[in-house]
C-alpha cells in the first residue's frame, strides 16, 4: 500500500454530494445501472434549496413540467406548483426510490489517494471512486461590493435568507437585482412598504404567456443545435430574464414594477445616486444571485478563476472520477432546473458506469 493510499473504514463506488434536484436525478440513474452510491446532505430534511425560499416564492412552471426522470410531479389546481408542493414532491420521490441518503452530513474536502477521492466529512471519512458534486448555489450568496457599504446603518439581506415581508411594514427599501428573485420580491414588498427597485440595466420581462417550459423547449434547441454542430439559434429570452408568475403580472397592474439604475456608494442612512442626489433607506434586500457552492473541491484545484470547474459534458477536465451536475448552463443546458437536470444526470451516470469498468482493471 503507497502512502497516499488509504483503507478508509466506508468504501464505495459513488459518493453523491447534494441532497437536491440534481443529487436525486444522479441518484436515479445510477440506481438504474445498479451502481452502489450513498448520498451526502447537509441539511436535516429533504429539500435543499427548496426549503430556505422566501414563504411566498413561486416556480416559474408548471407541475407537469417541472419532474425529475422516473416520476411525474403530481399535478396541481394552480398553475403554478407551491415551494411547500415541491419539498413534498422531493421527500417522496427519495421515498420512492430508496435514496440512501446521509443527513445532515457536510462534506468539508476531497482529496486525491492512489485508490480513489477521499470524502473528509463531519461524520467520518469515505473512500469513493466516483464522485458527483451536486452542491448547488444556495450555500453561496453574492453580494456585489459598492463603496461605503459598511457604514450603512441599515438592515441587508440576502434572497437567500428573505422569508416575507413582515419585517419591512412600512419601511424604505432598495431591492438590488433584476432576476427573477428581484422581482418576486418587489411584488410583495411594494404592498407593505416604499420599495426602490434597483437594477444594472432594464430588466427583461418575458411575454406573459412564456414560462418554464418555453425556457426549456429553447435550452432544449440550443442543446440539439450543438449536439449536430449547428450554429447557437441564440434565442431570445434565458432563464434569468423575468417569468411573469401571478404576482408579478399584479405588481405591473399596480404600476410598480419599475426600476432605476444603481446608486454609486452607500452612506450611513442610504444611498447616493449617480446625479449626486441622496434617498434614505433602511434595509436593502439583494437579489443579487449566487454562485457554486464549490469549497469542498478545494484541495483538488480545480476551481478556475470563474469560480467553477472546467467540465466536458459534466465531467472535469482536469481531475479524474469527478463530475459537476445541477449549478448553471456551464453544467449543461437548463441544468439547474427540476426538469433539465434529466439529460446531464442521465449523462453523468453513463460516463461515470463505464469509468467504473476502467477503474476496476487499473487497481485490478
Ligand atoms: P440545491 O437545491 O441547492 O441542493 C444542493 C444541496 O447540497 C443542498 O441541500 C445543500 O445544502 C447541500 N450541500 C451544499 N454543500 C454541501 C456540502 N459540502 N456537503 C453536503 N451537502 C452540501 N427551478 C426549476 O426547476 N423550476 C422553477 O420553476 C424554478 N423557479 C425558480 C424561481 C426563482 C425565483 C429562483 C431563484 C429559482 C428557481 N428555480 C427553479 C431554481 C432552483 O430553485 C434551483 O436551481 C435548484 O434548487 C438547484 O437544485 P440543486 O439540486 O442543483 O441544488
Known amino acids: 500500500m503507497s502512502n497516499n493510499t488509504v483503507s478508509a473504514v466506508n468504501e464505495i463506488d459513488v459518493a453523491v454530494i447534494g441532497g437536491g434536484q440534481s443529487a436525486l436525478a444522479v441518484a436515479y440513474f445510477l440506481r438504474r445501472a445498479c451502481i452502489g452510491y450513498v448520498v451526502f446532505d447537509n441539511q436535516p430534511a429533504p429539500g435543499a434549496a427548496w426549503q430556505h425560499a422566501w414563504d411566498s416564492f413561486h416556480p416559474f412552471s408548471p407541475a407537469q413540467w417541472s419532474s425529475l426522470p422516473g416520476w411525474l410531479m403530481p399535478a396541481t389546481s394552480e398553475a403554478y406548483p407551491s415551494r411547500e408542493h415541491v419539498i413534498r414532491y422531493l421527500t417522496e420521490y427519495e421515498k420512492r426510490y430508496e435514496i440512501p441518503v446521509q443527513r445532515p452530513v457536510q462534506v468539508t474536502s476531497i482529496s486525491q489517494r492512489a485508490n480513489g477521492l477521499l470524502l473528509s466529512t463531519d461524520h467520518g471519512e469515505w473512500l ?12 453561496h450568496p453574492y453580494i456585489p461590493e459598492y463603496p461605503g457599504q459598511a457604514d ?17 411594514r412600512g419601511k424604505r427599501v432598495l431591492v438590488v437585482g433584476g432576476g427573477n428573485s428581484g422581482a418576486q420580491i418587489l411584488a410583495e414588498l411594494s404592498q407593505v412598504c416604499h420599495v426602490t427597485w434597483v437594477t444594472l440595466e432594464a430588466p427583461t420581462f418575458l411575454p406573459d404567456d412564456v414560462d418554464g417550459r418555453v425556457l426549456f423547449e429553447r435550452a432544449t434547441e440550443r442543446w440539439k443545435a450543438q449536439v449536430e454542430g449547428r450554429p447557437d439559434p441564440a ?5 434569468g430574464d423575468v417569468v411573469m408568475v401571478p404576482p408579478v403580472r ?13 446608486f454609486v456608494h452607500f452612506v450611513n442612512d442610504g444611498v447616493v445616486w449617480a446625479d449626486g442626489t441622496r434617498s434614505q433607506a433602511d434595509a ?19 476551481i478556475n478563476a ?12 482536469a481531475q479524474p472520477g469527478l463530475w459537476l451536475v445541477g449549478y448553471g448552463e456551464w453544467c ?30 487499473q487497481t485490478a
Not at 449543461?332 to 453513463?350: N, W
Open 128 to 139: 469513493a471512486k466516483a464522485v458527483v458534486s451536486a452542491t448547488g448555489t444556495w450555500g
Open 152 to 168: 450603512f446603518g441599515g438592515e441587508q439581506v440576502h434572497s437567500a435568507h428573505y422569508k416575507n415581508p413582515e419585517a419591512f
Open 235 to 239: 434565442p431570445a429570452g434565458g432563464l
Open 250 to 262: 399584479e405588481a405591473r397592474e399596480r404600476g410598480v414594477l419599475k426600476s432605476v439604475r444603481p
Open 284 to 302: 436593502v434586500v439583494w437579489c443579487t444571485g449566487f454562485r457554486p457552492a464549490l469549497e469542498h473541491l478545494r484541495p483538488l484545484n480545480v
Open 306 to 317: 470563474a469560480g467553477r470547474v472546467d467540465v466536458m459534458e459534466g465531467r472535469s477536465v
Open 332 to 361: 449543461g443546458f437548463a441544468s439547474a432546473t427540476l426538469i433539465g437536470v434529466m439529460r446531464s444526470a442521465r449523462s453523468a451516470a453513463a460516463q461515470i458506469k463505464e469509468y467504473l469498468s476502467s477503474f476496476e482493471e
